[in-house]
C-alpha cells in the first residue's frame, strides 16, 4: 500500500495540521511516513503547499514524482489547479469551495470549480460552512481532511481519534474539530453519491448546499439526491461566500462605499463580467515597474479612490495618461494631493479600452446596470443605455425606451432579458438600429443580469447572520470589445435594509369588510358629531341593531342602539369596532381595544396623525401600540387589525354599513338598489368620494378608505377584497406603500388578474423626491414611482395615469366586464365626418393600440344592403369607420351596429351619434318617444355578446339622453376619441391578460408557492 498526497492552500488556512493528524493515524499502524517541508509564503497568505507519503513499505524520498501523486487535499480552490501535473490516471482531487481572493484578477469561483470538476475523480466541498455549523470556523481544515479520508487507507474512527489527539489539551476545540470531520466525510460522501445518480457537479454543489448541515452529522441518515431539484435563482454557496467575505471587510474597515476595484472583484466572483486589468496602489506605496509591465497598450486610466468622491469624471479625478513608470507615479501623487481633503485611499489604474471613452457622442456605446433596495419594493433592478448621460436619456425618453426595471424578487435573468430586449438600448447595442453593428451578445447580457439579480436577492435584503446589505451596486457605464462586456466604472453602497411585518391575517379583514356585531366608540349623547353620524349611518344600511353597540359610559342607549361601558363589557367579540373620537385619544382607546380581546378589526377615523407637524409622536405611540398588540396575541386570528387613522373608514354594501359622515345632501346615498360587482381601495378618502359623486350611476360592493397604514395596508385591502366572489372589479388609487408592502401587492394584483379579476391602478406621487448626493444612477432612473407603474402593468393591472381615465376605465370595466374580448379589431360607427377621422386617429395611444380593420366583401356587401333600405347607399361608404352622415335615423344604426356585433370579423363596436341632426329624436321631449336611440342602444347592449360602447358628444342639452344611456347600463362617453382611447385600454388589458391562469411558473420563489411576475417597463406606441 503507498498513498501519495499534495496538501495545497494559502498561508495560514492550517494545512501542516492534516499532515499532522494524517502522520499520528500512519505511525500508529506501523506505517512508513514521509513529509516534505512547507513550500511558499505561509506567513504572508502566499501559496503553499507539501508533499505526504504514505507506505506499508519503507519510503526513501519525500518528493512525489510527477504523474504519482493519488490525492491532492487543497483548502483553497485556486491552490488545486497548481499541481495537476502530479496526478496520476487514477488520482482524486478534493478541494475546498471557498476562495482566498487576496490577488486581482481572481477567476470567477463557479467557472474555477468547473474546472476542477473536469478531473474525473474530484470533491467539492463547502468547508467554511461546515465548519461554522461545527462550532469554529477555523476548523475548515479539518472538514477538508474528513472530505479527504473517503479516499484514505484508514478507518474512519483511526482519523476521528488523531484529529481528537492533536486538541487532547482543549477538550471543546477536539470536540468541535471531530464534529468537523465528520460533518466534511458525510458531506463527501453525499457529493459522491449525487454525481453518481447523475447530478452535473454544479447541480451537486447547489443541492447539498440547500442542506441543513445536521443532517450530515454522524449518525444522521444519508440524504439522497433529487434528479429534479430545481432551486430558485440565487447565488451558489461558494458565490455567496465570496461576496459576503468581501462585503464584510468593508465594513469592518468602517466604509459605506465600494470602491471601484471591490465592485469589480463582486462581478468577477460570480461570474458577470472580465473587467480590464487594474491594480489598486493604496496612497503610501508606489507603483512597482512589474506591476505597470503587466499592462498592454500605450496608455492607462488612473482613478481616485475615496469614499467621499462618488462621481469621480466630475470630480477631475480621473486621468488618461502615457503608460510611463515616472509619468503615472507622478500623475498618481497629483491626484492625491488634489483629492487629500477628501481623505483618500489611494489610485486605481486601469487598463485603457480604446473607444470607450463615452460621452453623448458615444450613444449606443455604452450601457448601465444596477440594482437597489427600496423601501416599499425592496430590491430593484434596471438597465439602459450608459455613460454620464443616463439620467438625461431616461428623462426625456418615453417610460420603457431608455431603461428596463423590474422588481429583482419576482423576475428572472431571462425575463429581464426579454424586457431589455424592448428597449432603445437594445435596439441599438443588438444591432437592430439602422447604422449600429451589434456591440454584446445576448448570452453576455444573461450573465450580467444573472450575476445583478443573484446578489441582490442575497444582499439587498435584511440578513439573518446580521451580515452587511447592500443598498445599491451599479456599473456604469460598461463598453464593449468583441461583443463582452466591459467595466469602466462601478459603484455601491452598504447600509441597512427594512425587514418585512408580519402579515396580517387575511380572515380579521374580512370579518372588517362583512362584520356579524359592530361597536362604535366616540358617540355623543348630546350633540350630532362623526360618531353618532356613523351609528346612524349603520341603521338606515339595515345592519341588525341586536348586533350592534357604543361604547360609552353613563349611557343606556343612543338612537335606540345599546351602550356598553368598555369594550371588555362587549356581550359578544365585535367583528368591527369603528374608533371615532378625537386623535389625542387614540392610544387610551387602543390599548383599551387590545386588553379586551374582545375586537377582531377597528376603523381609526381620526385624522391628524403624523401628517402634520407635531404629531408624529403621536403616531409612533400608536403604532407601537398596534405591533405590541401583534406580538403578544395568541393567534393570528385573534390579532386585531387596524384601519387607518385618517380614514373615512368603509361603505360596505355586503357588510350593511356606512362609516363615511359625507352629508346625504351631498353625496347621493345608494342603499335600495342592488350593488355592483365592483369596489374601490384608496388611500384618500376625497378620492373615493369624489369618483361616487362624478360616477352617479356606480355603486360598489364595496368603497375602503385605508388612511394612513399603520396597520393594515394597501396589499391586506386588496388581497381581502379580491377574495370575495361578489367582486369582479377593483379600482385602487395608491399615494404610497407601507414598508416593503408593494411586493405583497403586486402578488395581490397578480392573484386577482390570474383569476378573471381586474385591477384599475392610479399611482399617485410621480414628482421626483430628493435624493442624497450618495445615491446612484439607479435611484435616479428606476425611482418608486416608475418601478410601481412597470411592476403593476405587469402584474396585471390596468394602469391609468389620470382621474378622468380612472373613472372611463372603472366604468367600462364594470359594465362589459361579462362580455367576452376576443381581439383587438375595433369597428366605429358615426354621422359626422370629423368623428370618422378622430375614431382612426386613436386607435394607437399611451400602453395601447388596437385596429379598424377592412370589411371583407361578404360583410361590405351585407352592409350595403342595410344603407340601401335606408337610402343611404349613394351617400355612405360601406367601411371601418363607417360615417353614416346627419341623414340616418335610429333604425339604421341599429341595423348597422347588430351586425357588425354579430360579425365574426369584428371584437367590439363604439356607436357614436352627434345628436343635433334632424333625423334623430335626441331631445328630452323626443327620448322618451318608441325607437329612439335612449331604447336601441341599450337593448343592443343587453344582447350583445361583445363590448359596445355609445358616444353622445353635444352640450346640455342633451345631458338627459346620455343619462338615459348610461343609466341603462351602456358605457358612455362624451367624446369619441376618448371613448376609444378608454375601450383601446381596456380591450388591450383584457386580450393580454386573459391566457395568464394557464400560465406556467417561471421564477421559483423562496417561501411562497405564488407564481412570479416579469416587472415590464411599457412599451408604448405613438
Not at 438600429?433 to 444582499?459: K, N, P, Q, T, Y
Not at 394607437?844 to 380593420?853: A, F, L, M, Q, W
Amino acid at each position: 500500500m503507498e498513498t501519495n498526497m499534495i496538501l495545497a492552500g494559502v498561508g495560514g488556512q492550517g494545512i501542516l495540521t492534516i499532515s499532522r493528524a494524517l502522520t499520528q493515524a500512519a505511525l500508529r499502524q506501523g506505517w512508513s511516513v514521509k513529509q516534505a517541508e512547507l513550500h511558499g509564503m505561509s506567513q504572508r497568505g502566499g501559496a503553499v503547499q507539501s508533499h505526504l507519503r504514505i507506505s506499508d513499505r519503507e519510503i526513501f524520498s519525500d518528493i512525489i514524482p510527477m504523474g504519482r501523486a493519488d490525492l491532492i487535499i487543497a483548502v483553497e480552490p485556486l491552490e488545486s489547479l497548481r499541481y495537476n501535473a502530479y496526478l496520476s490516471p487514477d488520482s482524486v482531487i478534493v478541494a475546498s469551495v471557498n476562495p482566498m481572493t487576496n490577488i486581482a484578477g481572481y477567476p470567477p469561483i463557479e467557472e474555477l470549480l468547473d474546472r476542477v470538476a473536469r478531473h474525473p475523480r474530484h470533491v467539492l466541498v463547502d468547508a467554511e460552512r461546515l465548519a461554522r455549523a461545527a462550532g469554529a470556523a477555523r476548523s475548515s481544515n479539518i472538514v477538508m481532511l474528513g472530505a479527504a479520508s473517503l479516499f484514505l487507507p484508514f478507518e474512519p474512527a483511526q482519523l476521528s481519534q488523531a484529529v481528537g489527539d492533536l486538541f487532547s489539551g482543549k477538550p471543546e476545540a477536539a470536540e468541535i474539530n471531530v464534529r468537523a470531520f465528520a460533518l466534511g466525510r458525510s458531506a463527501a460522501s453525499a457529493y459522491v453519491d449525487a454525481l453518481e445518480r447523475g447530478a452535473t457537479p454544479r447541480a451537486a454543489r447547489r443541492w447539498i448546499g440547500e442542506i441543513d448541515p445536521a443532517h450530515f452529522a454522524d449518525g444522521s441518515p444519508p440524504v439522497v439526491y433529487a434528479a429534479d431539484e430545481s432551486p430558485a435563482l440565487c447565488l451558489s454557496g461558494p458565490e455567496f461566500r465570496a461576496a459576503d467575505a468581501l462585503l464584510r471587510c468593508v465594513q469592518q474597515l468602517g466604509r459605506r462605499q465600494l470602491f471601484e476595484h471591490e465592485v469589480y472583484t463582486l462581478m468577477e466572483l460570480t461570474g458577470a463580467i472580465v473587467p480590464p486589468r487594474y491594480a489598486f496602489v493604496p496612497d503610501g506605496q508606489s507603483l512597482s515597474s512589474e506591476t505597470l509591465a503587466e499592462f498592454t497598450g500605450e496608455r492607462v486610466v488612473l482613478k481616485i479612490v475615496s469614499a467621499a468622491v462618488v462621481h469621480k469624471s466630475d470630480a477631475a479625478g480621473v486621468v488618461f495618461c502615457t503608460k510611463s513608470l515616472d509619468v503615472v507615479r507622478r500623475e498618481i501623487d497629483r491626484l492625491i494631493g488634489l483629492h487629500a481633503a477628501a481623505g483618500v485611499a489611494g489610485v486605481l489604474m486601469v487598463e485603457f479600452v480604446e473607444g470607450a471613452r463615452g460621452g453623448f457622442s458615444g450613444l449606443g456605446s455604452e450601457l448601465f446596470v444596477g440594482i437597489r433596495a427600496t423601501r416599499e419594493f425592496g430590491p430593484v433592478i434596471a438597465a439602459g443605455l450608459g455613460g454620464v448621460d443616463t439620467e438625461y436619456l431616461a428623462s426625456r425618453m418615453r417610460p420603457g425606451v431608455a431603461v428596463a426595471k423590474a422588481i429583482v424578487a419576482t423576475t428572472s435573468a431571462e425575463q429581464f432579458l426579454e424586457l431589455f430586449r424592448q428597449t432603445a438600448a437594445y435596439d441599438i447595442l443588438g444591432g437592430r438600429a439602422r447604422g449600429h453593428r451589434r456591440a454584446v451578445s445576448d448570452g453576455e447580457l444573461l450573465r450580467c443580469f444573472r450575476a445583478f439579480l443573484s446578489l441582490a436577492r442575497a444582499f439587498c435584503r435584511p440578513r439573518d447572520d446580521g451580515g452587511p446589505t447592500l443598498v445599491e451596486l451599479e456599473v456604469n457605464p460598461f463598453a464593449f470589445r468583441r461583443l463582452r462586456m466591459v467595466p469602466l466604472d462601478g459603484r455601491g453602497r452598504l447600509g441597512p435594509v427594512r425587514s418585512p411585518e408580519a402579515p396580517r391575517p387575511v380572515e380579521n379583514v374580512e370579518r372588517m369588510l362583512q362584520p356579524r356585531s359592530i361597536a362604535v366608540l366616540g358617540v355623543s349623547a348630546n350633540t350630532i358629531n362623526f360618531g353618532r353620524i356613523i351609528v346612524r349611518n349603520i341603521k338606515s344600511c339595515g345592519f341588525p341593531v341586536a348586533h350592534t353597540y357604543i361604547i360609552k359610559k353613563d349611557e343606556r342607549e343612543i338612537d335606540g342602539v345599546r351602550c356598553v361601558p368598555s369594550c371588555a363589557e362587549l356581550p359578544e367579540p365585535a367583528d368591527l369596532l369603528v374608533v371615532a373620537t378625537a386623535a389625542a385619544t387614540l392610544p387610551v382607546a387602543l390599548d383599551d381595544i387590545v386588553a379586551s380581546r374582545k375586537v377582531r378589526s377597528a376603523i381609526m377615523i381620526p385624522g391628524g396623525v403624523g401628517e402634520t407637524d407635531g404629531t408624529q409622536e403621536l403616531e409612533a405611540r400608536i403604532e407601537s401600540i398596534i405591533r405590541r398588540a401583534g406580538a403578544t396575541a395568541a393567534s393570528p386570528v385573534e390579532r386585531t387589525v387596524f384601519l387607518g387613522p385618517n380614514s373615512l373608514g368603509i361603505q360596505s354594501r355586503c357588510g350593511k354599513y356606512d362609516t363615511f359622515f359625507v352629508p346625504a345632501a351631498k353625496l347621493a346615498v345608494r342603499r335600495g338598489s342592488a350593488p355592483q360587482r365592483a369596489a374601490l381601495i384608496s388611500q384618500s378618502g376625497a378620492f373615493i368620494v369624489g369618483r361616487l359623486s362624478n360616477l352617479e350611476s356606480i355603486d360598489p360592493m364595496l368603497a375602503v378608505s385605508v388612511g394612513n397604514q399603520l396597520d393594515l395596508t394597501l396589499s391586506d385591502l386588496l388581497r381581502a377584497v379580491g377574495r370575495r366572489d361578489d367582486v369582479d372589479v377593483v379600482g385602487v388609487y395608491a399615494e404610497g406603500f407601507a414598508d416593503l408592502d408593494g411586493e405583497p401587492f403586486l402578488r395581490a394584483i397578480q392573484d386577482l388578474s390570474e383569476s378573471g379579476k381586474i385591477v384599475i391602478f392610479y399611482k399617485a406621487g410621480r414628482t421626483e423626491a430628493g435624493r442624497s448626493a450618495a445615491a446612484g444612477h439607479t435611484a435616479s432612473v428606476a425611482g418608486d414611482y416608475d418601478v410601481c407603474q412597470a411592476a403593476a402593468a405587469q402584474a396585471g393591472a390596468l394602469v391609468v395615469d389620470t382621474f378622468k381615465e380612472f373613472e372611463q376605465v372603472f366604468d367600462l370595466a364594470i359594465k362589459l366586464h361579462n362580455l367576452p374580448a376576443p381581439g383587438l379589431r375595433l369597428a366605429a360607427i358615426t354621422n359626422a365626418g370629423c368623428e370618422s377621422v378622430a375614431m382612426a386617429d386613436a386607435i394607437r395611444g399611451s400602453r395601447y393600440e388596437i385596429e379598424t380593420p377592412p370589411l371583407s366583401p361578404a360583410l361590405t356587401t351585407r352592409l350595403t344592403s342595410i344603407l340601401s333600405r335606408h337610402g343611404l347607399d349613394k351617400l355612405v361608404n360601406p367601411r371601418n369607420p363607417l360615417d353614416l352622415t346627419s341623414g340616418a335615423p335610429e333604425a339604421a344604426y341599429e341595423e348597422c351596429t347588430r351586425l357588425l356585433l354579430e360579425s365574426d370579423e369584428i371584437d367590439a363596436v363604439v356607436v357614436s351619434a352627434v345628436p343635433l341632426t334632424p333625423s334623430l329624436r335626441t331631445t328630452p321631449d323626443e327620448i322618451v318617444q318608441p325607437g329612439s336611440l335612449a331604447t336601441r342602444l341599450p337593448a343592443l347592449f343587453a344582447t350583445a355578446r361583445k363590448p359596445l360602447v355609445a358616444v353622445i358628444d353635444a352640450g346640455s342639452l342633451y345631458d338627459v339622453l346620455a343619462r338615459r344611456i348610461h343609466d341603462a347600463g351602456v358605457p358612455l362617453f362624451r367624446t369619441c376619441d376618448q371613448a376609444v382611447r378608454s375601450l383601446g385600454r381596456y380591450l388591450c388589458h383584457r386580450v393580454q391578460f386573459a391566457p395568464r391562469s394557464t400560465a406556467p411558473s417561471a421564477v421559483p420563489l423562496p417561501d411562497t408557492d405564488e407564481r412570479p411576475m416579469l416587472v415590464a417597463a411599457e412599451s408604448q406606441a405613438g
